[in-house]
């Protein structure tokens, strides 16, 4: 069974720092892995996506890397900005031929302190 | 247009009650699932549909009952629900099962 993990699970910066969130999985049979944002209360928004044969996908201060063999993902953060405040989740996709169950890491809530 | 909306915003019922919650997109997606989601969790899938027929139910209780009229309708219609059922509900699509998943802001919903 696919289990996703993220750490750390709460940060606190000051704006201006770049930052590394971090997400691994226990199975490396995946199709792709997605990342997302979510404000309190709100849904999901989709930041990047990465297939299973991408190393890096970016996405203006976005950039998100995928070492499959290893299980791990990082999501970098390029000169924070106190509106990248939100709670963000890893999600990884199976290779199987329905590929549509996501398994979703618990997040990392990251403050930006202006 | 990568919007997906979602009827109500907030909801509150009674375990007596029927109600239903309401999505839409007009992306072309064939794809369209329900989550729940618990305060300080990630979604849990619900159900997902792939070309207007139900393809995953996770073990839902029979008080959830989705519905999928058209390619870009969702709806899960509720009935004598419990308090533990309180939470958001999350409705997504996607070009197909494998694709990149928009997600709508969600139905906040308490049952009393």
């Known amino acids: 069974k696919q289990e996703v993990t993220q750490i750390p699970a709460a940060l606190s910066v000051p704006e201006g720092e770049n930052l590394v969130l971090n997400c691994s999985f226990t199975?490396?049979?995946?199709?792709?892995l997605q990342w997302f944002r979510q404000d309190p209360g709100k849904g999901l928004t989709s930041l990047l996506l990465?297939?299973?044969?991408?190393r890096e996908q970016t996405s203006g201060r976005l950039n998100a890397s995928l070492d499959k063999s290893s299980g791990r993902s990082t999501l970098y953060i390029a000169a924070s900005q106190p509106g990248d405040s939100a709670t963000y989740l890893c999600?990884?996709?199976?290779?199987?031929?329905?590929?549509?169950?996501?398994?979703f890491g618990e997040g990392t809530q990251l403050t930006v302190n202006p | 247009d990568t919007e997906v909306t979602q009827t109500p915003k907030h909801l509150v019922m009674g375990m007596t009650n029927k109600k239903s919650l309401k999505c839409e997109q007009h992306?072309?997606?064939?794809?369209m699932y329900w989550y729940k989601q618990k305060a300080k969790k990630p979604p849990e899938l619900m159900f997902v549909?792939?070309?207007?027929?139900?393809?995953i139910n996770e073990s839902v209780p029979s008080r959830f009952s989705p519905e999928c009229p058209n390619s870009s309708l969702l709806n899960l219609h509720l009935h004598a629900l419990q308090p533990e059922d309180s939470a958001l509900y999350l409705c997504?699509?996607?070009?197909?099962?494998?694709?990149?998943?928009?997600f709508g802001p969600g139905t906040r919903l308490l049952v009393l």
């Open positions: 199975d490396s049979a995946i199709y792709n």
């Open positions: 549909y792939s070309y207007e027929k139900l393809s």
């Open positions: 992306m072309g997606h064939r794809a």
């Open positions: 997504a699509s996607s070009q197909w099962t494998q694709e990149t998943q928009y």
């Open positions: 990465i297939q299973s044969s991408q």
């Open positions: 999600a990884v996709r199976p290779r199987e031929t329905s590929g549509s169950r996501l398994t």
